[in-house]
Nanobody, 125 residues
Framework: QVQLVESGGGSVQAGGSLRLSCAAL????????LGWFRQAPGKEREGIAA????????AYADAVKGRFTVSRDNGKNTMYLQMNSLTPEDTATYYC??????????????????WGQGTQVTVSL
């Protein structure tokens, strides 16, 4: 059974940084798209970053471009999201996702089958 285990969330002041991790268990990690999503209270889940574990290609939502960096360590079956210059608008539950199909693009929630449990990120002024 595929498991995605996120870690690294927490509370930080505006302007600070956090690094999220997503470990993929029981999953063939190679040459796949993996994604990071977030969902704030009362809002829809939005795709913010994605990475291809083979080619290393990446994609970012405009809201995080230039501040967030997605990376992977294929030897550890782990994906990371480095988040810098955080603002209160980044407050949300963050999820990683796997099991990509071409339904909604690499940043589309409907494109992914497997989801982590989510990790909370809270940014205060």
């Amino acid at each position: 059974q595929v498991q995605l285990v996120e870690s690294g969330g927490g509370s930080v002041q505006a302007g600070g940084s956090l690094r999220l991790s997503c470990a993929a268990l029981q999953y063939t990690y190679s040459n796949k798209w993996l994604g990071w999503f977030r969902q704030a209270p009362g809002k829809e889940r939005e795709g913010i970053a994605a990475i291809h574990t083979g080619a290393g290609a990446t994609a970012y939502a405009d809201a995080v471009k230039g501040r967030f960096t997605v990376s992977r360590d294929n030897g550890k079956n782990t994906m990371y999201l480095q988040m810098n210059s955080l603002t209160p608008e980044d407050t949300a539950t963050y999820y990683c996702a796997a099991g990509f199909s071409f339904v909604g693009g690499v940043l589309g929630p409907t494109s992914y089958t497997y989801w982590g449990q989510g990790t909370q990120v809270t940014v205060s002024l």
